[in-house]
């Protein structure tokens, strides 16, 4: 091979090895952290239910479904589900979620504080103490920055938050440190530093495709030290030994 090759390797090596030597290190780190980390306990499947089994038979619900139906013109399904002990009929439509009191047909109250911090320590599997609940008109990027949304926080440990429908209560999702460190180190591995979610982004391209170059560099390099050992032609001399 042309020794200008290996010349042009050496130095587009050394200087691909200076531009991605942090990058490299963040995604090994990242890989390792992510890799050690559970699923489920990244999710907080241990921390907490999303949802708990409805204890009411359809005989709880006497409210009148046409007169609830009636009100739409599209409906999209309807669900029979509870919110600590009251029975409640959820209509999807094209408009939205709307929630009615199973007994009564009427529409659902919104839930007090007192309610919502009830139905989070009804979902936990842990013993942990409320440390604080607020209801958020945006919540935080951990719960996609949702709105009117409320935030349950935890004592433990692991500094559970438990994030719950404002209208309805119902648990939209469980956050902990776990999840954040994985987060964080997720946002490193994908070079997105904004939303964490676009793995498609021009920066992440741009660094892959010059990790590829710095290993074919360092192939090219590596054949530069390689050397082909010619047999020595045996002579009738070395025969006669």
């Not at 109250?109 to 409320?130: F, Q």
């Not at 429908?165 to 956050?175: A, C, F, H, M, P």
Request: aromatic share 12%; with cysteine.
């Amino acid at each position: 091979m042309n020794k200008r090759v290996f010349k042009y390797a050496r130095k587009g090596h050394k200087w691909l090895g200076y531009l991605l030597a942090i990058q490299l290190f963040f995604w090994l780190l990242g890989g390792l952290v992510m890799s050690s980390i559970p699923l489920q306990k990244v999710h907080g499947k241990h921390l907490a239910n999303r949802s708990l089994d409805n204890p009411f038979t359809l005989h709880d619900y006497p409210a009148s479904l046409d007169q609830i139906t009636k009100q739409f013109q599209q409906i999209d399904s309807i669900q029979y589900r509870h919110f600590l002990t009251t029975p409640i009929i959820e209509v999807t439509t094209n408009k939205g979620v709307f929630n009615f009191d199973g007994q009564s047909g009427r529409a659902m109250s919104t839930p007090t504080k007192t309610e919502i911090i009830a139905n989070a320590n009804a979902h936990l599997l842990i013993k942990a103490d409320v440390a604080g609940a607020q209801l958020l008109e945006k919540g935080a990027r951990e719960v996609g920055h949702r709105s009117n949304v409320w935030q349950v926080s935890y004592n433990d440990w692991l500094n559970t938050t438990v994030y719950l429908e404002g209208d309805s209560g119902k648990v939209i999702t469980v956050r902990s440190t776990l999840w954040r460190i994985f987060d964080f180190f997720w946002m490193l591995h994908i070079m997105d530093y904004d939303e964490r979610e676009n793995f498609n982004n021009p920066l992440l391209i741009s660094f892959a495709a010059s990790s590829v170059l710095f290993c074919i560099t360092g192939i090219i390099l590596l054949l530069q030290n390689v050397r082909i050992r010619r047999r020595k032609p045996i002579t009738r001399a070395d025969q006669s030994k």
